[in-house]
């Protein structure tokens, strides 16, 4: 049987706290790598869950769903209801919250990753991958506040890079708490492996 994470990812499912998409139309960043595959822009709201799990119902095929910002917590709560065709959660500046304006935002995001490792390990297990992918670095460089918008350029190369490896091809324990940011217990290096390792 073909395991999720060995498909294709053609449609990825933007979650946007900020809205940058106007009247429905994809920031102009976006539109190169929406001529390969579908993307599909939700605004945050207090439907945002329901209208996520709708688009990844309408889709036939792997799914990445991409969040940033506050959107990052919806985002794995999407994940945990298991829908069958998610394959990759990447986010973009989820610990933002925990940042001082204009300072770089690595260390609020690694501690929000920390936060998240049993959930993500949790989906792990599920063959749901989590990863952050970009991250502000403050000052000149960005020039904008925690979150990185979703419409910046090093969001759309993190995303394109991140698909281009939907998979971490690895059954070594090391590699799977890299991965999960846990010690494995033999119970999930057996896991692991079955899910990781080609016949």
């Not at 889709?59 to 959107?71: C, H, I, K, Q």
């Not at 985002?75 to 973009?92: F, H």
């Not at 920390?114 to 599920?126: F, G, K, P, S, V």
């Amino acid at each position: 049987m073909t395991r999720a994470s060995d498909q294709v990812i053609g449609t990825v499912v933007v979650l946007d706290p900020a809205d940058t998409a106007t009247h429905g139309a994809l920031p102009g960043t976006w539109r190169e790598f929406a001529q390969t595959r579908d993307v599909r822009w939700i605004g945050q709201d207090e439907d945002a869950p329901a209208r996520v799990e709708h688009e990844l119902a309408g889709v036939d095929g792997a799914v990445a769903l991409v969040a940033a910002g506050t959107a990052a917590d919806t985002a794995l709560a999407v994940a945990q209801r298991r829908p069958e065709n998610l394959v990759l959660v990447l986010l973009v500046d989820p610990g933002a919250a925990g940042t001082v304006p204009g300072a770089p935002a690595l260390a609020a995001n690694e501690e929000w990753m920390h936060r998240m490792t049993r959930r993500r390990a949790d989906l792990a297990a599920e063959d749901i991958d989590v990863r952050l992918v970009a991250v502000s670095t403050g000052g000149s460089e960005d020039r904008v506040t925690a979150p990185l918008p979703l419409g910046h350029p090093d969001v759309v190369v993190a995303v394109e890079s991140a698909l281009s490896h939907p998979t971490r091809e690895s059954a070594d324990p090391e590699d799977f708490a890299e991965s999960v940011g846990i010690d494995p217990t033999p119970d999930q290096v057996d896991e692991y492996r079955a899910r990781t390792e080609h016949p």
